[in-house]
């Protein structure tokens, strides 16, 4: 059977998990951009188009790839992959660009802490190059491996996304800043059993992912309102 044509294992997971992430990271932006936008808010600047717009932009082209496999299409899969990394490339300056515009904002509105949100600005860009540059090196090797570390790096886009959500709830601190990031993490403990199921062990990249990430996210909003970080980060984003 052609190379192009073979559907790849646990295909279903990765396709059905996909449009999940997608659904609900549209559903946490309707009152703080899509109402706003539609209704003439001026209130938003072009940065902050061009950041959702490629954001946007790679979350519905995961969903697409993700049917492709799941059809067998991989060629077109790979060429469409271009037009993922150029998305990445993308997303990185404007991710960057942003988080720095927004901690100077928050200077501006002399918030306590503006740079509290600043550590998961920059552990979210971090996360997400290195899941998904990783995954574009496996991506001729280990196809198993490139699959979870593109699921990771969607992961990562998911819990900024609905964090639009979580803080609008009236859940006290530090719940309220570790829920957004743990229920993307639900996923991943998702993606072991499905693991467990389809290749009778947890692969080493969800095993990876699931030691690190999600103990990480437990201690991050301690991490982002200490003193240690709020002294160091000023001169981390340009502003020392």
Not at 97 to 125: C, H
Request: glycine share 8%; aromatic share 12%.
């Amino acid at each position: 059977m052609d190379e192009q044509c073979i559907p790849a294992r646990g295909k279903g997971f990765f396709a059905k998990s996909a449009i999940l992430i997608a659904v609900l990271v549209l559903l946490s932006f309707p009152v703080t951009y899509f109402i706003p936008l539609a209704a003439g808010s001026k209130s938003f600047t072009l940065l902050r188009h061009l950041h959702g717009l490629a954001f946007f932009g790679w979350i519905g082209l995961y969903v697409v790839q993700t049917q492709l496999v799941r059809k067998g299409n991989i060629r077109l899969h790979r060429e469409l992959g271009i037009a993922g990394v150029a998305l990445a490339g993308a997303m990185l300056p404007l991710g960057l660009w942003q988080a720095v515009t927004s901690a100077g904002e928050r200077q501006v509105k002399q918030m306590a802490q503006p740079f509290e949100f600043s550590l998961y600005n920059l552990a979210d860009i971090l996360i997400f190059s290195i899941a998904f540059g990783w995954a574009i090196y496996e991506v001729t090797r280990r196809i198993e491996w490139h699959r979870r570390l593109i699921f990771v790096a969607a992961l990562n886009l998911f819990g900024p996304a609905f964090s639009r959500v979580i803080l609008r709830l009236p859940i006290p601190f530090p719940w309220s800043d570790m829920a957004p990031n743990l229920v993307a993490d639900a996923l991943l403990i998702a993606l072991a059993l499905h693991d467990r199921r389809k290749l009778g062990r947890i692969h080493p990249v969800t095993l990876w992912a699931v030691l690190v990430l999600i103990p990480f996210h437990a201690v991050e909003p301690l991490i982002a309102r200490s003193s240690f970080w709020n002294a160091i980060a000023p001169t981390l984003f340009g502003f020392g």
